[in-house]
């Protein structure tokens, strides 16, 4: 029988020590998406973390490949994890590799559980300020492309360190974000480029989705917090010694040096 005090701290213990594991034991894996972000609420139990916002992992058709997956999944950004433009960042044992540029939104309002879907217009009216950012993503499951959805939810949907740029003090809202250009490239001058389109068609409806993926699973999203809605391009390749900048034209430049 399924035991989310054990399994939860099972996870736990894998994310804050990076782990490399081979196999879940099977009484440990949730067997559905109740169980698995029951598994991310109860996080709290075992650590002082503090919570810094959402993401959202899988919004691409290249993101779903890379992570074996066929439908988006929300994970936790902690404050520990999150780092300022221009930071040093070790590659350490991250075993994906890659650097994912994402249009990130701080939110201006509690948003609560309910049975209503929440629709685009109303989501948009929940956001007050615009970020580009930097997700490195990683598992701590060796072979995380085989585990599928409950398990990957339950590691915290690939969450691992957050770089995020300077709020853009425009009027982005009259930006059309589904058509933004962002590239993301090393110092050697390899580059990927894309829109805000990967990101389930545009990155409002991505950050829809998310606060409807919440609000099935009775999860409020507090003001203040900022939600990473999904890679705008192809999971970008990195390596130790690399210099990663992804610029997003008029709404800056987000760069990190891996060390």
Same mark, same amino acid.
């Given at each position: 029988?399924f ?36 598994i991310?609420?109860n996080f ?30 929300a ?20 075993k994906?590799?890659? !650097? ?18 929440y629709?685009?217009?109303?989501v ?5 300020d ?18 599928g959805?409950?398990?990957l939810?339950?590691?915290? !949907?690939? !969450? ?6 300077? =709020? ?9 974000? =589904?058509n ?19 990101? /389930?068609g ?7 989705w /998310?606060?409807?993926?919440?609000s ?8 203040? /917090? ?32 891996? =060390?």
């Amino acid at each position: 029988m399924f035991n989310l005090e054990k399994s939860s701290n099972f996870y736990w213990s894998n994310y804050l020590k990076d782990l490399n594991v081979d196999r879940t034991p099977d009484i440990l894996k949730p067997k559905n998406r109740i169980e698995a972000y029951g598994i991310q609420n109860n996080f709290f139990k075992y650590t002082t973390y503090n919570l810094f916002g959402w993401k959202i992992a899988a919004t691409s058709s290249n993101g779903q490949k890379h992570i074996g997956v066929t439908q988006p999944l929300a994970g936790r950004i902690f404050k520990e994890k999150v780092y300022k433009n221009k930071s040093e960042i070790s590659l350490g044992n991250n075993k994906m590799a890659v !650097a994912e540029p994402e249009f990130a939104f701080k939110i201006n309002k509690d948003i609560y559980p309910r049975k209503k879907t929440y629709s685009n217009n109303e989501v948009l009216s929940f956001i007050d300020d615009l970020y580009p950012a930097i997700e490195l993503p990683n598992s701590r499951f060796t072979k995380y492309e085989i585990q599928g959805e409950e398990q990957l939810i339950a590691d915290n !949907a690939c !969450a691992h360190l957050f770089i995020i740029g300077n =709020k853009f003090n425009g009027l982005w809202k009259d930006l059309d974000l =589904k058509n933004h250009l962002v590239t993301i490239s090393n110092q050697n001058g390899k580059n990927y480029t894309g829109t805000g389109s990967n990101v /389930l068609g545009n990155p409002i409806i991505g950050l829809t989705w /998310l606060v409807n993926e919440l609000s099935k699973y009775n999860i409020t999203i507090n003001k203040e /917090l900022i939600i990473s809605t999904g890679t705008c391009s192809k999971p970008f390749p990195i390596n130790k010694n690399d210099f990663i900048t992804a610029d997003f034209g008029v709404l800056g430049k987000v760069e990190v040096f891996i =060390k």
